[in-house]
């Protein structure tokens, strides 16, 4: 199952060979000037797509405005999408030499209706992007130049164009209503011409009955100006598999509606948080992996798929049953092979320390509880999802932050009222939110941002910590909410060993994570383990300089090239076992 599948309409790729023109940083981007400055580029050379500009020899870290070309050929259907799957960190889209979008939410999913006279016609058409990596408060709030892991230019993931017929279904959301008996609900959007005609349902290929649930007219009509409509199917017990990490059963719904036809991958499972715990399928889980980075020297966050796959790979055979997509909207194919492989993800909006100018900024509340909603809408059918995210370590103990809090779990629970929601808090125990969240999440680095400034090899503070934060919570009440350490860990420069086991060395790292991983198993108040970080991946110096040697993060448990330091083998000889315990 390729990327392409994960839409429900069959989708042509666009990834290949784009040809390229560099305009550099002095290009006039406001909205009038663009088809023109999309017409005047001159392509001198190629850009792989997926891929980032200032990743290519002779442009790293570059700053600017790059265009990008390509074609794609309609057969004169009636409607159609171009869709990206991600992209950052701002972009402009033109069609035939017309502006027919511009995009300010950096690594999220979004589609382009054709224009008019390009829907409907045979024939080769343009398509240009305009991609700019600058950072611009007014015109992409969301990325900013202080965030801990670097902002590339580029298309991150795939390019798809999708024909659509007159009449089509634009969204279809699959969720388990019950286990046993397995239910599902699915609820649909229908887009362009209306249609009265009830669609028929298969599930892995075998023909289903569906009950109407949609709201209807008096007269048992669709209601003209309803284009939602929802549908519960029963599925047979020998054929419904649950998901779960240990078995991953997937399933596919086909949707046949007058002409259009859609296949929809899904899982049967619940998720719920209660009594302090998560529970999936009913069942008590607890949580062990990491935060990963979608980040790679040579391509920035464009990773291939087989980048991917190495990456699960590599955190499932350290016991990893989870991992937090750390900090920003994830690669469908990463959710996809998530889903195929059992490994649960937190999932959460792009967010890094976000404080009161974010907090008042109407421009900044909008992009970013639109790209909550478009993040939840896109992913929404990815089993591995169990739980939302967002605004990572904001200033939550700022009165300013509550506000901003709550209109982003008040869009999260109505874009999915079904799954639980949390933030990653570094402010405890002075946070104000965290009775806004099911699941109370803690940022926390004893034994590296070491408290204790004379103590050589403070380790110790770990367990006075972890001790600390849970009888802390539970003095505030919050004991009844499951607890996740959501990042924890120490750095090591990949190569460097030193007997004495000193901060940086991978022998520190070993001992401060296995020490981690220790507590963790010893402690079950504590639901879920999410260590900082999988990988190491780069970010700025300058004021860095001295907590970011070589201008990264250097608290993977792997390199930047997924080389294992002493950490990763440590880590996999203590939870290598644990996936197949919970
Ligand atoms: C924070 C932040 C991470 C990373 C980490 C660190 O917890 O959420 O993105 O910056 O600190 O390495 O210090």
Known sequence: MNTLHYRPHLTRSLDGSWEFAWLGADIDLREEALESVAAAAEYAGTLSVPGCFDCMPGYEGARGTAAIRTTFETSGEAAGVIAFDGLGIWAAI???????????KP???????????????SGVHELVVLLDNRFDSRR????????????????????????????????????????????????????GEMVESTPTFAVDGEEATATETSARAEDG?????????????EIDGAAARLWSPAEPAMHR????????????????????????????????????????????????????????EHDIRLMKRAGANFVRGSHYPQDDRFLDLCDQHGVMVWEESIGWQQKREHFTN????????????????????????????????????????????????????????YRPITFASMKFPHDICLDL??????????????????????????????????????????????????????????????????????????????????????????TGLALWQFSDGRTYGSARALSRPRSFNNKGVVDEYRRPKRAYDRVRKLMSRFRDSE
Request: aromatic share 10%.
């Open 107 to 121: 690594y999220s999913p979004f589609s382009v209706h054709l224009p008019s006279g390009v829907a409907g016609t």
């Open 253 to 308: 719904l086909t949707v046949r509606l007058g002409r259009d036809e859609c296949t929809v991958p899904f899982g049967i499972r619940t998720v719920e948080a209660r009594d302090g715990e998560v529970l999936l399928n009913g069942d008590p889980i607890r949580l062990f992996g990491w935060n990963r980075h979608e980040v790679h020297p040579q391509f920035g966050p464009a990773l291939p798929l087989a980048q991917l």
């Open 437 to 526: 969240v099911d699941i109370v999440s803690l940022n926390t680095y004893p034994g590296w941002y070491a408290s204790e400034a004379d103590e050589y090899r403070p380790i110790g503070e770990i367990e006075e910590r972890l001790v600390y934060l849970i009888a802390g919570l539970k003095e505030q009440g919050l004991a009844d909410k499951p607890f996740i350490v959501s990042e924890i860990g120490a750095g090591a420069i990949y190569g460097w060993r030193d007997p004495q086991g000193s901060h940086w060395s991978e022998e520190y790292q070993a001992d401060h994570l296995e020490e981690v991983c220790r507590q963790f198993l010893a402690r079950t108040e504590i």
């Open 362 to 417: 109407p421009s900044y509340q909008r992009l970013i509880n639109e790209q909550q909603a478009e993040m939840i809408r896109a992913h929404f059918n990815h089993p591995a999802i169990i739980m939302w995210g967002f605004q990572n370590e904001l200033h939550s103990d700022e009165p300013e932050s509550r506000a901003a809090v709550e209109a982003l779990a008040r869009t999260t629970r109505t874009a999915d009222p």
């Open 221 to 233: 009509s669709q209601r003209p100006d309803d284009r939602t409509r929802t549908f519960t199917l």
């Open 94 to 104: 033109v069609i035939d030499g017309r502006l027919v979008a511009t995009h300010a």
């Open 140 to 191: 992409s709030p969301l990325q900013e130049n202080y965030f801990d892991f670097y902002a590339y230019g580029g298309i991150f993931r795939p390019v798809g164009y999708t024909p659509l017929p007159p009449a089509y279904l634009s969204d279809i959301a699959v969720r388990t209503i019950s286990t046993r008996p397995a239910a599902i609900e699915v609820h649909m959007v229908l887009g």
